[in-house]
Every structure is written in C-alpha cells, then in structure tokens.
C-alpha cells in the first residue's frame, strides 16, 4: 500500500513537472478560437440577411422573427450550457477544452449548412423551415456548446490576472483579424456587376466561402484545443456536501443575483453595446449624407479595426499596471469626452472629423480588448462569495446578456432615423435631419460611455487590489483542497 501510494504522489509530481509554463502558444492557441468561432459568427452577422434576402428572397419581417426568436432559445440553451459544463465531472481532456474536441465537427457543419445556394429553387414554405432549422442549430444549440466552454476556460489557463489580461488581449485581436478578413474579402468575392452596371450577389459563392471558412475553422479548433492547458484544476464537490437539485439552484441563484461584479459588468456592456452599434450604424448616414464623402464610411471602418491592433501590445501592460477596472474607466471617460468636444464644435469638415473620432475609438477599443479579462476575474469573485466554481454559468449569464444588448441595440438605428425625421426615398435630406444624424452620432456615444466608465466606477468592485485577493484566496484553498 505504501509502495503505491508512493508512485501516485511520484506520477503527480511528475505531471506538474511536465506542465509548460504558460505562455506565447498558449496565447496563440486561445487566440485560433476564437477565429474559428468568428469566422461565422461574424460572416453570418455581416453576410446572412444579404443571403435570406437577396438569394432565398425571404422577406426582412420573417428574418427578424427568426432573429428575435434565437434569442429566446438562446436564454435557454445559453444557461443550459454553462451548467453543464459546470457540473459533468471533468474528463482527462479537462472541464472545458474537451467540449471544443466534442462541439468543433457539428458547429463548422452548421455554419456550412446555413449558406447553401440551393435551397433558393425550394418552396417559400421549405426556405423558411430550412433557415429556422439551420440558423436554431448553428447559434442557439452549436456556437452556444462551444463559445461558452472556450469563453470560461481562460479562468482556468492560468490563475494570475497578467496572464488572463493578455489572453483577452490575443482573444480580441483574433476576432479583429476575422473581421479585416470578412469585411474586406467577402463583399469582393460575392458581388459581381451586372450589364446595366447593378451590384448583383453571386448565390453559389457564399456556399463555396461557406465550405472555406468550415475547413479553416475545424482546423483552428484544433490548434486551440491541442495547445490550451488547463493547469488551474477547480476542486471537485465531495459527494457528502452535494445537495438536491432545487438547493442548488437557489444558492446558485442567490450567488449571481447578489454578484456585484457580474450586474456591474453587465450594465457596462449593454451601455457598451447600445452606443457602439448605434454609432456603426448612424456612421454610414453621417458620412453619405451629411459630410457626402462615401468613401471615408469605408476607412472609419479600417481605422477601428486598426485602433484596436494599435492597443493590443500595450493593453496587458497597462491592465497590470493600472489595474482593469481603473485603466478602463479612464480610458472610457477619454472616448466619451473626445465625443463631447465633437457634438459641440458640430464640424462639417470630415478631415477634421474622422482623426478625432478614431481618437475616441480608442478608449472603447481599450476596454473591448480587456473586457475578457473581467469575465475571469468575476468568475473567481463568484468562487471566493459562494464556494463553488461557476464558470460556464458565469460567462453564460453574461453572453446572454450581451445576445440582449446586440437585440436592443439592432433596432435603436431604426427608431432614431425615424425619430429625427430621415426620409429613405429621399435623394437628399433636409438640412435640419443632417444636423440630426450628426448629433446623434456624437452626443450619443459621449452620454453612453460616460455611462460605462460609471457602472465600473460605482458598481463594479474589483479594484486591481481586489482581484489580487481574490487570486490569493482561491490559490489557498485549492492548495488545501488537495
């Protein structure tokens, strides 16, 4: 017996020894994820009404009943997921990046099966159960059993907040490379010109980018998944401390609803969201139709992307040295100013514009780009408050909440345009709806990052102090845990 013991103790040691030390594979692979997720995610979110509308002929009201009901399932399957994930008992491959391994086949073959160009010569009847089946599997049920495992398991890559930092640093500008690479590649590849001059879609070739991004995006998983370690082992629940299942339910309930941290970052990302998407959207009117310069629409759009790569070097560093909460704040109340001095200066110079306003682009980039980095950090917070590790269900609460944020957001654009009076079918636009657009794009970010930078002010409590002693707690009790 005392033999065998021995050479359990012996194995142990020897595979904490054979662990390598975290550190550019692991950001490289954690990055690969998040590509491969992106590569739909963002080609359906730029490219997938263009394709119901333009090669299925499916009318805009029925692809937003589809849209509005995925996010009902998705309150489902979101939450559905992260317990899972949070109570199977872990498998040798690990609690999370085992799922990546299980998911990866079914979600590239999902994302393919929603741009087949052959399903435009069925029934208007089989066109809208196709894209009700295909669309529910890819978003609610497949990017959803495999976004919220890959999401979580950067709290268990590493337990030091530097390393989490810079993992959402890698994280962010893997979704920026995919979004360069979509906007730019896809609209030249599937729009050709017609004899009359028209933009017309080619419908076999999202099929074919479809295939690409399906192949691309298999082999991306499996970088992530055979280069990602978790070396953080969150201890299991003896089976003499488990409760019923209602028990459980309700100290998870009471843990999330009284998780400060979590409303805080919650709160956060919807103001996020609602000023960042009503300004991408009022940006294609400010530039066509009050600066009348077309063209800068489409290196505003660069310029954002680019701000973003800009900051990802300095990002990890200023996170560790300032802290996230209190870096962010900052940053956040800058993008908001920037946007003030625009409202009230009201230029008509779009050179003068443009520079200033990929100035406040930075500091919500900045926060964009660490945003990650809380998610882990909140999750330990919830560890420290209830004594479990909710880690999918964490980041599940907080995906959902973002899917709600992108809803309420999608329409905003809508209602503002209608609400200051802008006339579609007009070929120019009365000088007072002009002045409108242009109020709209700059007062309203001014207003809604300002109300960011407070929700981590005031509600978010995790200083950078905080969350060092939130790191040191866990690593304590885990040590004694074993």
């Known amino acids: 017996m005392q033999h065998a013991s021995a050479n359990k103790v012996q194995n142990v040691t020897d595979d904490k020894r054979?662990?390598?030390?975290?550190?550019?594979?692991?950001?490289?692979?954690y990055m690969a994820g998040d590509i491969a997720n992106d590569l739909f995610f963002i080609f359906s979110s730029s490219f997938l009404m263009l394709f119901y509308t333009k090669v299925l002929g499916i009318s805009g009201a029925v692809v937003g009943t589809l849209f509005l009901s995925a996010r009902v399932v998705d309150a489902f399957t979101d939450m559905g997921m992260g317990r899972l994930v949070d109570t199977l008992k872990p498998s040798k491959d690990g609690r999370f990046r085992v799922w990546i391994k299980r998911v990866a086949p079914f979600a590239v073959i999902a994302g393919f099966l929603m741009f087949l160009s052959v399903v435009q010569n069925w029934s208007m009847t089989a066109k809208i159960v196709y894209i009700f089946v295909?669309?529910?599997?890819?978003?609610?049920?497949c990017y959803t059993a495999i976004n919220i495992p890959y999401g979580s398991m950067?709290?268990?890559?590493?337990?030091?907040p530097e390393d989490r930092a810079s993992l959402s640093v890698f994280r962010s500008m893997g979704a920026s490379l995919a979004s360069i690479f979509i906007s730019f590649f896809v609209p030249l590849f599937v729009y050709t010109t017609d004899a009359n001059g028209a933009q017309i879609v080619i419908p076999e070739r999202f099929t074919l980018l479809a295939g690409v991004f399906a192949v691309l995006a298999f082999a991306l998983y499996q970088f992530c998944y055979h280069f990602t370690i978790e070396r953080v082992q969150i201890p299991q629940k003896p089976e003499t401390e488990k409760q019923s299942f209602g028990k459980e339910m309700a100290v998870l309930i009471k843990g999330l609803?009284?998780?400060?941290?979590?409303?805080?970052?919650?709160?956060?990302?919807?103001?996020?969201?609602?000023?960042?998407?009503?300004?991408?959207?009022m940006n294609a009117y400010l530039y066509a139709d009050y600066f009348k310069s077309s063209k800068t629409l489409a290196v505003a759009g660069i310029l954002g992307t680019v701000g973003t790569l800009m900051l990802a070097p300095f990002a990890n560093k200023i996170a560790s040295r300032f802290?996230?909460?209190?870096?962010?704040?900052?940053?956040?109340?800058?993008?908001?100013?920037?946007?003030?001095?625009?409202?009230f200066i009201h230029t008509d110079n779009?050179?003068?514009?443009?520079?200033?306003?990929?100035l406040a682009s930075l500091g919500m980039n900045y926060f964009n780009v660490v945003i990650w980095a809380f998610i882990t950090d909140i999750i330990d917070y919830q560890e420290v408050k209830t004594g479990t590790a909710d880690s999918g269900t964490v980041y599940a609460v907080y995906s959902f909440s973002r899917k709600l944020g992108q809803a309420l957001a999608g329409g905003l654009g809508g209602f503002a345009l209608a609400a200051i009076g802008y006339a579609s079918a007009a070929a120019t636009q009365e000088a007072?709806?002009?002045d409108s657009i242009y109020d709209v794009a700059t007062l309203v970010p001014a207003i809604g990052y300002t109300c960011v930078?407070?929700?981590?002010?005031?509600i978010y409590p995790l200083t950078k102090a905080k969350v060092a002693e939130n790191v040191a707690i866990l690593s304590e009790r885990r040590k004694a845990a074993k």
């Open 18 to 29: 054979n662990v390598r030390e975290f550190g550019l594979i692991d950001k490289l692979a």
């Open 134 to 141: 295909t669309y529910l599997f890819w978003g609610s049920i």
């Open 154 to 160: 950067a709290s268990v890559i590493s337990e030091k």
């Open 257 to 281: 609803s009284t998780n400060r941290a979590l409303g805080g970052i919650i709160a956060a990302a919807i103001f996020l969201l609602l000023s960042m998407l009503l300004v991408n959207t």
């Open 323 to 343: 802290g996230k909460k209190e870096s962010a704040t900052v940053a956040l109340f800058f993008s908001a100013i920037v946007y003030a001095v625009l409202y």
């Open 350 to 358: 779009v050179m003068v514009f443009l520079p200033m306003a990929f």
């Open 432 to 434: 007072a709806v002009l």
């Open 453 to 458: 930078a407070l929700c981590l002010w005031f």
